[in-house]
């Protein structure tokens, strides 16, 4: 069965300094999210991203963020500069085929834990 | 902006007992998704439901869109201790955004 990917699994970074979370979606799928889940909290969405461009995003999602998709397999997410408030679990999600009606159904990935140190 | 509140935030069950999950939004809603969180895991869709007063089963779980459209719940009969997790409510909130609650985490002892 299909699934999404992310890697890595566990990412450690000092203050300040730069991350790239990395999520291969379902390879037919049209929407790609990135979400983050604060330990024990509920999974907040940062931003959404259709046709190579963002379609949505949140107020968590500000100019430390942003996501890329550099080809037809991978998606990205950098934050730029990290903040300690930045650890969290970051899950990619995807959704959608052409022709679908329910491109809310996402199917998450498995998740990168961020710890800022 | 829009939000959805869930009650119980905890639930402890004894296996085999009965355990309801529900959600409240103070505005209509177009749409209103269910997701399972394993302890340690990623969200899983359960469910999506769009029309006023749906009603949807899944073997032991029933799930309930309200009339007005701003309120559901999610009922597990006879739990069993595979139903850990938390449980969240999420809906579209327009374009491709999708909004969680804050779950429901339900222990099952044996």
């Known amino acids: 069965e299909p699934e999404v990917t992310q890697t890595p699994s566990h990412q450690v970074t000092q203050m300040g300094q730069e991350v790239i979370l990395r999520c291969v979606p379902i390879?037919?799928?049209?929407?790609f999210y990135w979400y983050r889940q604060i330990l024990g909290q509920k999974v907040e969405f940062l931003v959404s991203f259709y046709n190579n461009e963002i379609s949505e995003k949140s107020e968590i999602f500000d100019d430390q963020f942003s996501v890329e998709r550099p080809d037809g397999s991978n998606f990205t997410l950098k934050i730029r500069s990290t903040k300690l408030e930045d650890s969290a679990m970051y899950f990619c999600a995807s959704s959608g085929v052409w022709g679908g009606e329910e491109h809310n159904e996402q199917f998450f990935g498995p998740g990168t834990r961020l710890t800022v140190l | 902006g829009q939000q959805v509140m869930q009650i119980p935030q905890y639930q402890h069950v004894q296996e085999g007992e009965d355990f309801t999950t529900y959600c409240n939004s103070s505005t209509t809603l177009s749409n209103i998704q269910w997701y399972k969180q394993r302890p340690g895991g990623h969200p899983v869709f359960l469910i999506q439901?769009?029309?006023?007063?749906e009603v949807k089963k899944q073997k032991r779980l029933t799930f309930q869109f309200g009339e007005a459209k701003k309120n559901s719940s999610l009922h597990i009969t006879a739990t069993q201790t595979t139903d850990v997790g938390t449980y969240f409510c999420?809906?579209?909130?327009?374009?491709?955004?999708?909004?969680f609650g804050a779950g429901t985490r339900l222990f099952v002892k044996a």
């Open positions: 999420a809906f579209g909130a327009g374009g491709f955004k999708t909004i």
């Open positions: 390879s037919n799928h049209l929407y």
């Open positions: 439901l769009v029309k006023s007063g």
